[in-house]
């Protein structure tokens, strides 16, 4: 009896410290977060400031002094020398903050300098906190999901700064609405970026874009593979999230990713700087770098207040941006796919033609081509009808790439007929491949759906794609995000419908198909939205970035509890 009260308290002591390691985890991200944000209040000049700028002496003593606290404790508590000495450096810097930050209050540029030194000290508080507490407590759906809430927060912030905008204020609504329209990669805006941001704003932006098209999963993967020696919790994690069972495979599968990426839209930027005009210099080589990465990430933001109108005509431009739009959007096991391929027909070795390749290219192919001819015939005499023949398949081809999950447009859509309007909300409903930079149910999604009614048809018993079975489960997801991205589109229409009291339902739906395929592209609604109207499409871009089903999953454990490892009789329902 005595041994199993000492069991039970030695179990319960280390219940208390799990928990206590976690709280100081949350306290340092939210605090961090609070910092932040009393940092770059200091630079505001509106009423909201007062009462941060009247009283920072005492707010900046009780953040010293809480993270000290909170720090010592962290360093009782670490796990690995390198923690306890990542801790003892953020001390000495907030020591140094909190003296510096006084004595040179009243020197406008010092000021600058030591505000971005504490943003920068906190973001990377902020950073470890958020990998110790993320890898340590929450399941994979989880991680996703609140990683890209984490990012969100701080980008709304930076862009709430008044060296971010051209006035020098902006409500945070719409901060919020900018920043989450960047880190999923969306391209909707209720600010003109390339008139009301700053070229600091810019780039923020920019480092939203790429933060969220490349995947926030897989920087963080980077983080504790190459940069520091995580437990075997954190590697198990990172594991799961790539679904393998070797290290070595993630840092190949990474390492990949990454130089696809920075190759692909380097490659893009030197295009696209030779081919954009301007007498600038250096605000040309920050365009051709910012449209690169916004079309490789199918971010669908420009530098311009028309989109890419006035490079309509220029074959160079349309098919570059095509091009990046394209190969963002297929997806990186299929990019890794085809680097194999490449490498071993090079080496005369054996070579795989993956399944999912096989899908996406086939899918993606029919879609393109679909909707490159509908909308060259159905508006010939449309909205192309005053264009030469040569710019109108120009035209007509970027038109439908763009709703893949881009968002460009080298022509208006409001100036095109409802049905080409229709077909082009189809092309954003379906969007781009799994594990791509863009959004929508995926060409994968649609290939497997419409194969499953093919299958129900013809009396086969399952879809069999370069012989080889498609899995059930896949059957059951492709109905469930269906259904799920119709459902949610439909009932955010009507409520942005009646919320604003709008007069027609299709620019609405075209709007909110838009804002949670993350394709970004507008009927002109966007900057007319209310409050609310904009809580619910901020709301769905999240959605339709994180994912359907891993937001769900998120928040309840979808496929565990009683029925995980119990077989049940079975029935039979009369369907149709």
Not at 424 to 432: Q, R, T
Request: proline share 2%; aromatic share 12%; glycine share 6%.
């Amino acid at each position: 009896m005595k041994k199993n009260r000492i069991k039970e308290q030695k179990i319960f002591k280390q219940s208390i410290n799990e928990l206590l390691k976690r709280l100081s985890n949350l306290i340092a991200i939210v605090g961090s977060i609070f910092s932040i944000f009393v940092l770059l209040m200091q630079v505001r000049t509106d009423n909201i400031s007062n009462f941060y700028i009247n009283n920072y002496d005492k707010l900046i003593d009780i953040i010293a002094i809480s993270f000290i606290i909170m720090l010592l404790y962290q360093i009782k508590i670490a796990p690995r020398k390198l923690y306890i000495i990542i801790s003892i450096i953020d001390i000495i810097s907030i020591i140094l903050l909190n003296y510096y930050s006084k004595e040179y209050y009243d020197i406008i540029s010092k000021r600058i300098v030591w505000i971005i030194f504490g943003s920068v000290l906190f973001f990377s508080i902020i950073v470890i906190n958020w990998l110790r507490l993320s890898y340590s407590k929450f399941t994979l759906s989880q991680m996703i999901t609140y990683s890209f809430v984490f990012v969100i927060t701080l980008g709304s912030l930076l862009l709430y700064l008044p060296i971010s905008t051209t006035t020098g204020s902006i409500k945070f609504i719409d901060s919020l609405f900018t920043a989450t329209s960047a880190v999923c990669v969306t391209g909707l805006s209720v600010l003109d970026v390339s008139k009301e941001l700053t070229l600091f704003g810019q780039i923020v932006l920019i480092f939203l874009i790429q933060i969220g098209g490349l995947g926030i999963m897989t920087i963080s993967a980077i983080l504790l593979l190459f940069a520091v020696k995580g437990s075997v919790q954190d590697r198990v994690r990172t594991l799961e999230m790539f679904s393998v069972q070797n290290k070595d495979v993630i840092k190949n599968t990474v390492k990949v990713i990454f130089l696809s990426t920075f190759i692909i839209e380097l490659i893009g930027s030197v295009f696209l700087f030779f081919s954009m005009k301007n007498d600038n210099l250096t605000y040309r080589i920050f365009s051709a770098i910012f449209h690169s990465i916004s079309s490789f990430c199918n971010a669908g933001f420009a530098l311009y207040t028309d989109s890419l109108h006035s490079f309509a005509y220029n074959p160079i431009i349309v098919i570059v941006v095509s091009l990046l739009i394209i190969f963002g959007g297929i997806g990186y096991p299929v990019l890794l796919n085809i680097y194999d391929i490449i490498k071993n027909k090079i080496n005369g070795t054996r070579h795989i033609v993956e399944s999912q390749t096989i899908i996406v290219l086939f899918t993606s192919a029919i879609l393109l081509l679909f909707g490159f001819l509908f909308i060259l015939f159905n508006e010939y005499y449309g909205a192309l009808n005053n264009l030469s023949l040569k710019d109108k398949i120009l035209v007509a081809m970027f038109q439908s790439i763009s709703p893949r999950t881009a968002g460009f447009e080298t022509i208006s859509y409001s100036s095109m007929s409802n049905v080409t309007i229709g077909i082009v909300i189809f092309l954003m409903f379906i969007g781009a491949s799994p594990s791509s930079t863009g959004g929508g149910v995926k060409t994968t999604t649609l290939f497997v759906f419409v194969a499953s009614i093919i299958t129900s048809i013809t009396n086969r018993p399952f879809i069999v794609v370069k012989n080889r079975k498609i899995k059930d489960t896949a059957v059951t997801r492709s109905i469930s995000i269906f259904t799920l991205a119709l459902a949610i589109s439909i009932l955010s229409a009507f409520l942005i419908y009646y919320i604003d009291g709008h007069t027609e339902m299709l620019p609405v739906i075209f709007e909110t198909v838009s804002a949670i395929s993350t394709v970004g592209l507008t009927l002109g609604l966007t900057t007319q939205l209310s409050f609310w109207s904009k809580i619910i499409i901020i709301s769905l871009m999240f959605i339709g970035r994180v994912g359907y089903l891993t937001l769900f999953m998120s928040i309840g454990s979808i496929g565990q509890g009683k029925y995980t490892y119990v077989d049940l009789p079975t029935c039979d329902v009369t369907i149709g």
